[in-house]
C-alpha cells in the first residue's frame, strides 16, 4: 500500500466502523476491499443482491467477512433502492456500487422521493498519488458532470475543496484547467477559468485559492511556471486540478494511474451520504483507498 494512503486508511481506522452498503454486492474486487476494509476496522458491510449468488462468489475466491449482514434484492433497480433505503433509515453512511451500471446506481441516489438529494450538485473526485510528488494530486470532475456550466463549476470546486481538506489539505489551492495561461474569448473553459479566479479573489472559495486559466504543466511543475512566467500560490504547486468537461478530467486521473503507475482512490460527494462509484477495471486497492476516504468524509 502506498505511503500517504496508508495514513488515509489509519485516519479512517481511528474514526471507526460505519455501515457500507454495497449494491449487487457480486463484485470480486468490491468484496475484498470490503473484507480488508472491514478487517482494518472501519466499515460494517451490508451486501445487497442475490445472497446465494453472493455467498458463492465469497466461498469460491476465498473472501473473508466477519460480520456481513445480507440484504436480498432480486433486480437492480431493487438491489439500488435498498441501499438508499439503508442510508435513510441511519444504518449505512456509505453507499457503494457493486455489480450494476452507473446510470442505475445513480438514477436511485437522484429519486426525489426515495433517493439521496441534498440540494447539491453530485461531482466525482479523485484522489491520486503519483510517484514523484509528496502530496495527492486531486482531479474533479471526471465522473459525473458532463459539460458543466459555470455554475455547476463552482459548486464542484466546493466539493473539490470539502475532500481535500478531510484529506488534510489546510488550504487547497485549485488550478482551472484551460489550453493556456492566456484567457481567450474562443475557449469557454479558459473564460470559466478566469471568473472563477476573480470569484476567489473576492473570497468566494473561502480557505481556498483558485487560480486560472492553467495549462496542466503550469499548474504542477514549478519549473514550466517559472519557464512560462506564470506567478501565485497555485501555479506550480496545484493541489486540485478543475477539468473543463468528463472527458478531459477522466483522462487526466487515468492517464496518471496507466502512464504514471499512479495509486488512485475517489468519491463522489453532495449526496446525503458519500458514493463510492469506481470503474469495473479498477482494483480492489482502488475500492479500498476509495472506502478509506469515503468514511473520512464521513466524519
Known sequence: MSSLFDVVVRKAKKLGPVG???????????LSALSIAEA??????YLIGQRERVEKILQEKDISLKDPSFVDARTQEESAFAGTRLVREGVASILMKGKIPTPSFLHAVLDKERGLRTGKILSHV???EVPGFTRFIFVTDGGVVLHPDLEK??????NAIEVARVMGVETPKI?????????????EASVHAAILAKMSDRG????AIVDGPMALDVAVSPESARIKGVTGPVAGNADVL?????????????????FAKAVMGGVIVGALVPLVVISRADTSLVKL???AIARCVTH
Open 175 to 187: 488550478a482551472c484547467l484551460a489550453p493556456s495561461e492566456i484567457p481567450s474569448l474562443d475557449s
Open 40 to 45: 482494518e476496522g472501519f466499515v460494517k458491510p
Open 153 to 158: 463549476k463552482v459548486q464542484i470546486i466546493n
Open 204 to 207: 468566494l472559495f473561502p480557505g
Open 242 to 258: 478543475l477539468a473543463p468537461d468528463v472527458v478531459s478530467g477522466n483522462s487526466i486521473a487515468k492517464s496518471m494511474q496507466y
Open 20 to 30: 457500507v452498503a454495497l449494491v449487487e454486492a457480486c463484485d470480486e474486487a468490491a
Open 289 to 291: 483507498n476509495s472506502l
Open 126 to 128: 479523485a484522489c491520486l
